[in-house]
């Protein structure tokens, strides 16, 4: 019988990889970004009946609102991802604006396009937005990490004791609520102390290392 080519191993749900909203709103967003500029150099340098659409305004700010709402969420959560340049778009704004102040400044007869100044004023506003953001987060880290690493010890005691450990298992240990509970095990699984088998409401979680190498260390 000849040879029959190897079939390939379906994808387990469990080996694929999240969607992750990130990985899709930056390139939009980098892609509308350079549109948008080119849209308003084009505007100011020709000074000709060219117009950038009044549309472009709501719908740029809104995607950019959302990039920066879908990373601050992710953020908080505890949910890892690819570092994101992110700041580019507000250097590239800035420069543009200055650049173009400058020109007017010597040629009163080139205006600022309408949409520049409120394109920038906005696009800082979400940019402090998200730094504040990262602020906060990073003081409430710092100022709940002793009481994390207690619970982390808790919920490892519990692990070791009993192979599996639920998100109802972890809330009832912990005395805390669901989203609460869901950050800390969030944390170890990015921290690497355990992994989720499972989805919905059967999903539980398990010990990245056996009790006896845990011990070792």
Known sequence: ???????????SPEKRPPFNE?????????????AYLAM??????LQSDLRVPVQMLPVYIALLGAYAADKEIRRWVGVPEPPRQGSLFVYAWLLLFLGM?????????MPL???????VL?????????????????RRLESTDSAMNLSQVRLMERLQAAGTLTRAE???ILGTSRSVAGRILARMQVQGLIRLVGEGRGAYYVANQTPRDVSRE
């Open 40 to 45: 308003i150099t084009a505007e100011f340098f």
């Open 22 to 34: 990130v990985s899709v709103l930056f390139p939009i967003l980098a892609l509308c970004t350079v």
């Open 170 to 172: 972890a809330m009832a």
């Open 1 to 11: 019988m000849p040879d029959q080519p190897p079939v390939a191993d379906p994808v």
């Open 122 to 138: 906005q696009v800082l506003g979400i940019f402090f937005g998200s730094k504040a953001s990262k602020l906060v987060h990073g």
């Open 101 to 109: 102040l400058v020109i007017n400044f010597f040629r009163t007869d």
């Open 113 to 119: 396009p309408g949409d520049l100044v409120k394109v």
